[in-house]
């Protein structure tokens, strides 16, 4: 039997986990996300490595009971002319995003990293897959009064890039080209392929 461990606060990583069938915890990584890495889908590898190598020292410290432990670590980060955008500061840096990809097409990268820890005669033996998955997408214009009165909602403010496509941000969707779950923060297709070839090589 084998533990499965989101190593995630998002709520919207939780719900695309438990939609797609995963049985699951949630533990938390407070991994330091400061980071020099300029290739966004690069960076979002390097911040999910951190979280889930973070939450499996955490794991085998604790110890488990079962089999096997599995680990996944997420990222997401949106990109607009190679210019990476996080979460906002406050509310005009959340202006600022929004005006920023109105009527324009920018990126969403989302890394993983899956961690499975073994325990074999006292001993932890560990193996890892890291990868990343990019989405386009393009934004109708958006007026001064639509951005403002979408910030006063709230929901911009903790989401990379000042909105979420699940939200309310979907009347400002023009198109995506690509993983529509990804956007939203876990390209959960790609994850469940990943896993299945990797049980497959065993």
Known sequence: MEKIVLASSSPRRRELMARAGFRF???VSEADENIEVEAPDRMVEELSKRKAGA???L???QGFAEDSVLIVGADTMVSIDGKKLGKPAGEAGAEA???ELSSRTHQVYTGVTLIRIKKESGHFSQES???SEGTDVSF???TEREIC???ATGEPMDKAGAYGIQGKAAIFVKGIRGDYNNVVGLPIARLYQELKSWKEKK
């Open 97 to 99: 995003m929004l005006k």
């Open 25 to 27: 915890e949630v533990i």
């Open 140 to 142: 109708y214009p958006m």
């Open 149 to 151: 009165d979408y910030i």
């Open 129 to 131: 897959r890291t990868f």
């Open 59 to 61: 794991v085998k410290t």
């Open 55 to 57: 939450v499996a020292e």
